[in-house]
């Protein structure tokens, strides 16, 4: 057996409130082994029909296929006792994915930095951006970081995001209105990334990654 990742296969740095990290079962690694990745038609329609609605295991199916490397997630969620531990997953192919969470800004920082990763896909869930989040503890009431921290933790200057940025293979924005407490929330806080990160704003025409002539 394989002990590491292949190195074409970029790590996983993920913010996002939930863990997101359901191991695939028996008879989804069987559908995983059967799926045709040639084919954008296939791979869209099992994303659509067989993936746990709840999205719950896209990762670690995606890890199981060997088409993302490490991965690396700074959460909110503790969903039993034990979620904070280290846990590893071997993929179809022999790989062994570690799987870290981390429960501060920090301590994610202060991993990738050390870390001898050379590749990444960088992913922000806008959940991420709850305190309090109403729908996961049933309250219906939520509470959200400030602006200037949200800016702070995403500033190109930040040693975490330069570190990304340097090696950034692919970047996802997963923008959870439910789980946001409203369409309007989730809005606001993809319109700030945006801001922040390109240049006309997202989705408008000629749309640019703000700090591609740097990285």
């Known amino acids: 057996m394989r002990e590491n990742v292949s190195p074409n296969q ?5 913010l996002d409130w939930h863990q997101d990290l359901c191991f695939p079962e028996d008879i989804e690694k069987e559908w995983l082994n059967e799926l045709d990745l040639t084919s954008d038609a296939e791979v869209s329609l099992f994303s659509w029909g067989q993936l746990a609605g709840n999205n719950d295991g896209h990762i670690l199916c995606a890890a199981y296929l060997n088409l993302i490397g490490h991965i690396y997630v700074h959460c909110r969620q503790q969903p039993f006792r034990d979620a904070w531990k280290d846990e590893e997953l071997i993929d179809r192919y ?29 992913d922000i869930d806008l959940d991420f951006f709850s305190v309090k989040n109403g729908l996961s503890d049933g309250s219906f009431k939520f509470t959200y970081l400030k602006e200037k ?23 996802t924005i997963a923008t959870e209105p439910e789980h946001c407490g409203g369409l309007l929330k989730s809005n606001k806080f993809l319109n700030l990334i945006s801001e922040i990160y390109f240049s006309p704003e997202l989705f408008a025409p000629n749309c640019n990654w703000k700090w591609k002539p740097k990285y």
Not at 10 to 14: A, E, F, T, W
Not at 95 to 113: C, S, V
């Open 10 to 14: 970029p790590c996983l740095v993920s």
């Open 149 to 171: 921290e949200i800016r702070e933790m995403l500033d190109k200057d930040n040693p975490l995001i330069n570190w990304v940025f340097k090696r950034l293979k692919g970047f």
């Open 94 to 122: 022999g790989n062994k994915h570690i799987i870290k969470k981390f429960r501060t800004y920090k301590e994610l920082q202060d991993a990738m930095l050390k870390s001898s990763e050379t590749a990444v896909f960088f």
